[in-house]
T-cell receptor
Framework: EPEVTQTPSHQVTQMGQEVILRCVPI?????FYWYRQILGQKVEFLVS????????KSEIFDDQFSVERPDGSNFTLKIRSTKLEDSAMYFC???????????FGAGSRLTVL | QKEVEQNSGPLSVPEGAIASLNCTYS??????FFWYRQYSGKSPELIMF????GDKEDGRFTAQLNKASQYVSLLIRDSQPSDSATYLC??????????FGAGTRLTVKP
């Protein structure tokens, strides 16, 4: 069964530091997403990416965040100058088409101290 | 506003009963609707999707969509303890903007 792979599974960082979360989507998928879930809260949409550019982004996805597809397989989320409230589980997801049937990765837990 | 509303529960049903989960959404133009299941500490996993008004059945699961009422539901027949999880309703607002509700926590008691 194809899967979405995320690294690291857990990252601890100091407030103000930059973090990069990495994702390898399913190989024949064309649509890529980042979501976050603060502990005990809802899954929140951050951004979607298609054809090497941002397709949609939410109110949460401000200048602190950026996404990149640096090569044919990786999809990254960069968070600059992390804040305590950025502590959350970050999920990457990919989909084959615009029907948006998404497959999620296991998540990267970010803890900001 | 791109709202997806769910009753947070918890919803508790006995084993073998039917569990009924409901969801409403704000954008009348939405075209595709999804139910995901999330076990504690895990990522969401797709149960089923529905695009057209009416019912769609897949095994013990039935999704129901009423676009006029902006309402989606999920019925789980013959509920099992392994169905105990949080059920997330998701709505595709634009082609690539999919929003989740807060989820309904379901407990199936043996």
């Amino acid at each position: 069964e194809p899967e979405v792979t995320q690294t690291p599974s857990h990252q601890v960082t100091q407030m103000g530091q930059e973090v990069i979360l990495r994702c390898v989507p399913i190989s024949n998928h064309l649509y890529f997403y980042w979501y976050r879930q603060i502990l005990g809260q809802k899954v929140e949409f951050l951004v979607s990416f298609y054809n090497n550019e941002i397709s949609e982004k939410s109110e949460i996805f401000d200048d602190q965040f950026s996404v990149e597809r640096p090569d044919g397989s990786n999809f990254t989320l960069k968070i600059r100058s992390t804040k305590l409230e950025d502590s959350a589980m970050y999920f990457c997801a990919s989909g084959r088409d615009q029907a948006n049937v998404l497959t999620f990765g296991a998540g990267s837990r970010l803890t900001v101290l | 506003q791109k709202e997806v509303e769910q009753n947070s529960g918890p919803l508790s049903v006995p084993e073998g009963a039917i569990a009924s989960l409901n969801c409403t959404y704000s954008d009348r133009g939405s075209q595709s609707f999804f139910w995901y299941r999330q076990y504690s500490g895990k990522s969401p996993e797709l149960i089923m999707f529905i695009y057209s008004n009416g019912d769609k059945e897949d095994g013990r699961f039935t999704a129901q969509l009423n676009k006029a009422s902006q309402y989606v539901s999920l019925l789980i027949r013959d509920s099992q303890p392994s169905d105990s999880a949080t059920y997330l309703c998701a709505v595709n607002y634009n082609n690539n903007d999919m929003r989740f509700g807060a989820g309904t926590r379901l407990t199936v008691k043996p």
